[in-house]
């Protein structure tokens, strides 16, 4: 007689729910020299970028059409990322201002990257924002000492970019980060950071889509939640 080999149903089901969780760890793709940023997705400074995606709110529930794409290169002195992001409507301000900073820019909609290098104190990161339209705000982030103005007015030097394709229905935002701004350790391949990326879409009610779900609706300032990001040659 055969025996057949039964796993017990409730690591089984751990083992399902395992592996339809976002991956933990992000990968991004070195360059030889850094470059001018843009929001082409074929373009020389895209086309090869390892990508991760997420369609699933910050509390790890669907959002059906907002699969968002997260991309990423990374030189000695700076990080690139890339955000590709199909809407169904958008939320924007009636008068942008790109020449300085949009303090609240998560009222309205944004793409966000959460990052930090400290691995014991998890509760001290950068968080870095762009709109479709190409506004921008940079935080300087301390959960447990919260800066003066929740740390808006710290300025890390970050370049944006930003384009919205109304036909496609799919707006695009890029960064440019100088690792300066998160760490002054020295990176090379296999430097890890500790990040999750982000999504605000919409009128109210607003879409959040996370890399890294938070378990909760409308707080992405969980850094027990984060996963990695790697670099890689």
Not at 87 to 102: A, C, F, R, S, W
């Amino acid at each position: 007689m055969k025996t057949v080999m039964r796993l017990p149903i409730l690591p089984l089901l751990l083992m399902l729910v395992a592996s339809a969780q976002a991956p933990s760890v992000s990968l991004s793709k070195y360059l030889k020299k850094d470059m001018d940023l843009n929001v082409d997705p074929n373009s020389a400074l895209w086309k090869d970028a390892p990508a991760v995606f997420s369609e699933r709110s910050a509390k790890d529930t669907e959002t059906p059409g907002h699969k968002t794409e997260f991309r990423s290169r990374w030189t000695e002195k700076n990080l690139y990322f890339l955000f590709i992001c199909p809407y169904e409507e958008l939320y924007l301000i009636q008068n942008p201002v790109t020449d300085k900073e949009t303090n609240k820019l998560w009222d309205r909609d944004v793409a966000e990257i959460f990052i930090g290098a400290d691995f014991e104190k998890i509760w001290q990161y950068r968080e870095y924002q762009v709109s479709p339209q190409g506004e921008w705000v940079d935080l300087d982030i301390d959960r447990k000492t919260p800066k003066p103005e929740g740390g808006w007015r710290w300025d890390s030097g970050y370049k944006v970019a930003a384009k919205i394709d109304k036909e496609k229905k799919v707006w695009y935002g890029a960064m440019k980060i100088p690792v300066a701004s998160i760490t002054d350790k020295p990176i090379k391949p296999g430097f890890e950071f500790r990040a999750n990326y982000y999504r605000l879409q919409g009128p109210p009610p607003r879409k959040s889509i996370a890399w890294r779900p938070t378990g909760t609706t409308g707080n992405h300032h969980i850094p027990e939640s984060f996963g990695l990001l790697r670099l890689e040659k």
